[in-house]
């Protein structure tokens, strides 16, 4: 069974900082590993998607990276912002379908 | 990519009591999925609904407490019967797309239920 980690569970930093969440899973076997932001009470906002084949995907401040064989993705992120405080989770696919396995997530909190 | 709404946003419950949640897709798509969000936790799946045929429920979960409709191919409920304040939780559907080229999930806005 598939099972997905992140650390910290939580992190607090002040805006300008670079920061890397962690993520990893057991099982190696995966088709992709994608990151989500969902801000308090709300849905979850697709970040980044990477494929197995790839080693890492960019989008603006963020860059994440998938390491299959270590079993680990790192989200990094840039100059971060307040409007970057949010909760952050990575899931990867299970079962050869379309349903996700989450990581507890990463609550994040970038002070002015 | 696709548009997900969910009806209602949140709602307060009495024990005992059911509550159902719509959710509707702006295209057509094979399946869709329930998930649910306990308080300060990460989501879990509850079961996958795909149209014309009976739910799939994940370990936990049973159609009893969870049933869930599938009417046509943008359409689905999920029902919390009898409910505790142990369902209080945030719920979301979602269905698989893609984007860049690569498989991805686009969720819904979620259904934030609290019992009392």
């Known amino acids: 069974k598939q099972e997905v980690t992140q650390i910290p569970a939580a992190l607090s930093v002040p805006e300008g900082e670079n920061l890397v969440l962690n993520c990893s899973f057991t099982?190696?076997?995966?088709?992709?590993l994608q990151w989500f932001r969902q801000d308090p009470g709300k849905g979850l906002t697709s970040l980044l998607l990477i494929q197995s084949s790839q080693r890492e995907q960019t989008s603006g401040r963020l860059n994440a990276s998938l390491d299959k064989s270590s079993g680990r993705s790192t989200l990094y992120i840039a100059a971060s912002q307040p409007g970057d405080s949010a909760t952050y989770l990575c899931?990867?696919?299970?079962?050869?379908?379309?349903?996700?396995?989450f990581g507890g997530g990463t609550r994040l909190m970038v002070k002015p | 990519s696709a548009v997900i709404s969910q009806k209602p946003s949140r709602d307060i419950c009495q024990r005992g009591t059911s509550l159902t949640i719509q959710c509707q897709v702006d295209s057509q798509v094979t399946m869709m999925f329930w998930y649910r969000q306990q308080p300060g936790q990460s989501l879990t799946l509850i079961a996958t609904?795909?149209?014309?045929?009976?739910?799939?429920?994940e370990s936990g979960f049973v159609i009893d407490k969870f049933p869930i409709s599938r009417p046509n191919l943008t359409f689905s409920t999920l029902t919390v019967s009898n409910m505790s304040p142990e369902d209080s939780s945030i719920y979301l559907c979602s269905v698989h797309g893609t984007s860049g080229g690569g498989d991805t999930q686009y969720f819904g806005p979620g259904t934030r239920l609290t019992v009392l």
């Open positions: 099982d190696s076997a995966i088709y992709n």
């Open positions: 609904a795909n149209q014309g045929s009976e739910a799939t429920y």
């Open positions: 899931a990867v696919p299970y079962n050869a379908g379309n349903m996700l396995t």
